[in-house]
Structures are given as structure tokens and as C-alpha cells.
């Protein structure tokens, strides 16, 4: 009675697959050899140039290098011991500081002032997604090799009986933490990115071939400055240039954001400091709005400023500190098409 063979696990990234070590051949295996990027809200393969602003399409990323299985675990690394020098201390000799000079206060000017548009460019990113996006809208098929987008399914469709059956998925948001990587919805813990990648899924039901759309009517945004400009990023995909409106005076900045789906988000501030609209510009991308504004006095900000609120039951304004944006609680808009990236639900990423 014939035996049989053992079969291997290929530990080779985005492989996964079980294999006869009689048979393994130099074109057996299609996988990465690099490592995994997640940058900017893009993830992606060192190897290879393909990014993806969505969790599940970067698992699905087919591999750029053919050759043979491997069976052998990457060990993990050990990071070396750093020794301690013992320096020796010098003898500083601490001079007073010179009196500081007394600033003379600006005047701050008036919020009454008119709006002015500020100038927007595009990026060639952007007008590619636009593209894909109509294309997408105008075919309402499922194409036969599409990937289930339930997160930790590997089925792909096939325009037959075995589209309607069982699909095998996370349920869950995938959580990397001190090294170890897990799903929220089991907490298989590994620190292997290909097991992980390759953990059977914990939940049960039917195939997603074709993402929902999803209300959103709120944007993540951040923040930082350099010596001359504050720079305010809204991250938000598949932005409607032409319907979109981006406005400011030298303390009061005015973004009405309005999405190809029909969304809108409004972002109305009152400034920690003093700006130049003449100088200011918006860039925008195909995952998010850059807004460069300059500076007229050179300062340090200590926040970007304050969310000025519009009432319509009372004339007067309310006005709330900006809130330092939480990746684990708060959701990016640039899923208005279909949820990087900031990424929603099953595609979710958690960096802790």
C-alpha cells in the first residue's frame, strides 16, 4: 500500500503553501523576498513597486520571484547587547544667560476678514485613481480570479458552485503590537509575519467579492510644522477637485471636501497663528489633501488651533480644541469609495 508523502510548509513570504519536497522544482513557489512596507497609509513589498492603501488587497499582492519551496522558519533576530561606555564627566562652567528681550506683542488680525481661495494642484496619483474609480463604477461585474475580501480567505472567484460556498475568514482587525501580530477576533499570537499571514480564519459565512459602500461624513487629519509653514494633512481618498472648496484669511482656514460617492466633510478653524494666503496652497493626491500654509510671523505653534463649530439654532459660535487625531479610534475617510489606510471594519490595522 503506497504511503503518503509528507508535506511541507512553505515558509517563503506570501506563499503559505503545503508542498511534496520530492517535487519541489526552481518554479514551484511564487513569493516576496523582501519584507513588508506600510508607509504613508501605503503597504506594500520592499521587492516590488505594487502598493495598496487597503489591508486585504496587500495580502493578496501576488508574489514578484519565482523559485523553490521553503521549508525552513526564519529564525528571528537576536539584537545585540549595547554596552554602556563610561564617560567621564566634565567640569562645565555655566555662564548666566543673557536677559531676554522683550517681545513686542503683533497685533492679531480680525476673523471678519474676507476668505481667499487658495491655489490647488493635483498629483499624477491622483488623477490615476480617478480614473480607476469611474472604471470601477461603470462595470458592475465580478471578474473570474477576484479575491474574497473577507480578511484570512485565500478563495477566489470562479463564476461557479464553489462561489456560494462556506467562506472561512477573521472577523476581526489585524493587530501588530511589540513585535508579536494577531487578529483581534482569536489572539493567535506570532511573531512571524508569514504564519500569520497564513492563520486559518476563526469565523464562518458567505464569500465578499465586491466591498460595500460605506456613510462616512468625518476625515482623520494631522498636523506638523517646519521653520516657515504649517502643514495639515486630511486624509481622504478620491477627492472631487472641481467641487471642493479650500479658503483663508490670515487666522481662519475653511475646507469644504466633497467626494466623487456624494460625500462631504467641512473643517473650519481658528488659528493658533498668523498665515499668508497669498503664499498657501493645497496639493492634492489620490489618498489625501495637503494644505501648506505659511507663515507671516515666524513662531512656533503649539497647536494647529481651534475647530470652530457652527451652530444653526443659536448665532453664537462654539469652539473646541483640535483633539490629537487616535488611529484606533478614529476612522479615515478615504474609504468614501470603499474603505488604508487608514482602513475600516475587517481591514482594519492596528499599530500599538
Not at 523559485?67 to 526564519?74: R, S
Request: hydrophobic share 30%; aromatic share 8%.
Amino acid at each position: 500500500m503506497a504511503v503518503d508523502p509528507v508535506l511541507l510548509q512553505c515558509y517563503n513570504k506570501s506563499c503559505g503553501a503545503k508542498f511534496n519536497p520530492t517535487q519541489n522544482s526552481s518554479d514551484s513557489c511564487q513569493y516576496h523576498p523582501g519584507m513588508p512596507v506600510f508607509h504613508d497609509a501605503l503597504k506594500g513589498w520592499s521587492c516590488c513597486k505594487k502598493r495598496t492603501t487597503d489591508f486585504t488587497d496587500f495580502l493578496k499582492i501576488p508574489g514578484c520571484t519565482i523559485g523553490e519551496h521553503n521549508p525552513e522558519k526564519p529564525k528571528e533576530e537576536i539584537k545585540p547587547k549595547v554596552e554602556e561606555e563610561n564617560k567621564e564627566k566634565k567640569i562645565e562652567v555655566k555662564q548666566s544667560p543673557p536677559e531676554p528681550k522683550p517681545k513686542v506683542p503683533v497685533e492679531r488680525p480680525s476673523e471678519n476678514e474676507p476668505l481667499q481661495m487658495l491655489s490647488i494642484k493635483t498629483t499624477s496619483s491622483y488623477n490615476k485613481s480617478k480614473v480607476i474609480k469611474v472604471a470601477e463604477e461603470e462595470s458592475g461585474e465580478i471578474k473570474v480570479g477576484t479575491s474574497c475580501r473577507n480578511s484570512g480567505c485565500k478563495a477566489t472567484y470562479e463564476n461557479g458552485p464553489s462561489d456560494k460556498t462556506s467562506c472561512v475568514f477573521h472577523c476581526g482587525t489585524a493587530v501588530f503590537h511589540e513585535g508579536m501580530k494577531y487578529w483581534s477576533c482569536c489572539k493567535r499570537k506570532t511573531s512571524d509575519f508569514t504564519s500569520f499571514l497564513n492563520q486559518e480564519g476563526c469565523s464562518k459565512g458567505v464569500h465578499l467579492w465586491k466591498k460595500p459602500k460605506e456613510e462616512k461624513t468625518t476625515c482623520r487629519y494631522d498636523w506638523h510644522q517646519t521653520g516657515p509653514n504649517v502643514v495639515l494633512s486630511v486624509f481622504a481618498k478620491l477627492v472631487d477637485v472641481d467641487k471642493s472648496t479650500f479658503q483663508a484669511n490670515q487666522v481662519v482656514f475653511k475646507a469644504g471636501i466633497n467626494f466623487e460617492s456624494g460625500k462631504h466633510f467641512d473643517l473650519h478653524l481658528r488659528l493658533f497663528g498668523i498665515v499668508d494666503p497669498n503664499r498657501s496652497k493645497v496639493t492634492v493626491s489620490g489618498t489625501k489633501v495637503e494644505v501648506v500654509l505659511y507663515k507671516s510671523v515666524a513662531m512656533h505653534w503649539k497647536k494647529i488651533g481651534e475647530v470652530i463649530e457652527e451652530v444653526k439654532e443659536n448665532v453664537e459660535v462654539e469652539l473646541k480644541e483640535v483633539p490629537v487625531p487616535d488611529n484606533n479610534s478614529t476612522k479615515n475617510c478615504d474609504d468614501n469609495e470603499s474603505s488604508d489606510s487608514d482602513l475600516d471594519g475587517i481591514d482594519d490595522v492596528i499599530f500599538d
